[in-house]
């Protein structure tokens, strides 16, 4: 019987049979990674969250036990990237479309055997999609359904930036490009690399990226290069350790969900 260090954890390597007679599925994890392919300024490729969801993945998974029983499907790049879409080269689907694609990646892993699927999510755009999704899919396919966002929800990076970078920093800036630099050195524009913090948001009381205010923009609106953040700032070895954080925690959160069971009469 295949494991998954055999085949680095990827799903799709394994024949029909081989996935139909997996021992131990109901403590099987699978994991679809979600990014996107959306502008991130004039110094990182459009490619960029596709690039981090894969490294915090396989960082991961690096750091779990010999044959923990989680495999991997392949990335699902495009995402629901609405607001870059006034700039080139982003691609993003509707989110009907996003909806529908994961609803059916998880009604097709339950006629699959599968017990425990997760969304391993890169992109804030997709974050509200992938929250009430992962309700949706455990509802109609009975599948236990977690939702991971490194970098949004889980491990967000306090240490190694500046108070305005934690707060505004959001698109492009030092983790992200940090993060490249330590990943992908060679598709980062570092002499492009600019500091840009929205001026309208500063002037408001509340940080509306986070707390009680939450409002609709386009990347336009508030970043016209397409950045928040200061990307200036960024090195490889602050994107080692954002990356390791981001591992950590993921790996962490991953046998956790290999071991949860619904419980109703626990004390
Ligand atoms: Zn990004």
């Not at 799903?11 to 021992?23: G, H, K, M, Q, V």
Request: glycine share 6%.
């Amino acid at each position: 019987m295949p494991t998954p260090s055999d085949f680095n954890h990827f799903l799709p390597a394994l024949t029909s049979p081989e996935i139909r007679d997996l021992p131990d599925k109901d403590h099987v994890v699978v994991v679809q990674p979600l990014a996107a392919i959306e502008q991130h300024g004039p110094h990182l490729p459009v490619y960029t969250d596709s690039l981090i969801a894969e490294a915090v993945l396989t960082e991961a998974l690096k750091r779990l036990p010999a044959g923990f029983p989680v495999w991997r499907l392949p990335l699902l790049s495009y995402g629901k990237s609405t607001e870059h879409l006034a700039f080139a080269g982003t691609l993003s689907l509707s989110a009907d479309t996003l909806i529908q694609t994961l609803k059916e990646i998880g009604h097709s892993l339950a006629g699959s055997g599968f017990r425990r699927m997760v969304i391993l999510n890169a992109h804030g755009g997709n974050t509200e999609i992938v929250d009430f999704v992962i309700r949706d899919i455990r509802a109609e396919t009975g599948l236990m359904v977690f939702a991971l966002h490194p970098y949004l929800r889980v491990a967000p990076i306090k240490e190694g930036i500046s108070e305005q970078e934690a707060i505004y920093g959001i698109h492009a800036g030092d983790i992200e490009t940090s993060i490249l630099l330590a990943i992908r050195p060679d598709w980062v524009r570092f002499d492009l690399a600019p500091r840009s913090f929205p001026a309208a948001l500063q002037a408001m009381r509340h940080p509306p990226f986070m707390g009680p205010l939450t409002f609709a923009w386009l990347t336009q609106d508030i970043a016209p290069d397409g950045v928040l953040g200061d990307a200036t700032l960024a090195t490889a070895e602050k994107g080692q350790a954002f990356l390791a954080q981001a591992a950590d925690q993921v790996a962490e959160l991953l046998q956790d969900i290999r071991d949860f069971k619904f419980s109703p009469h626990a004390s």
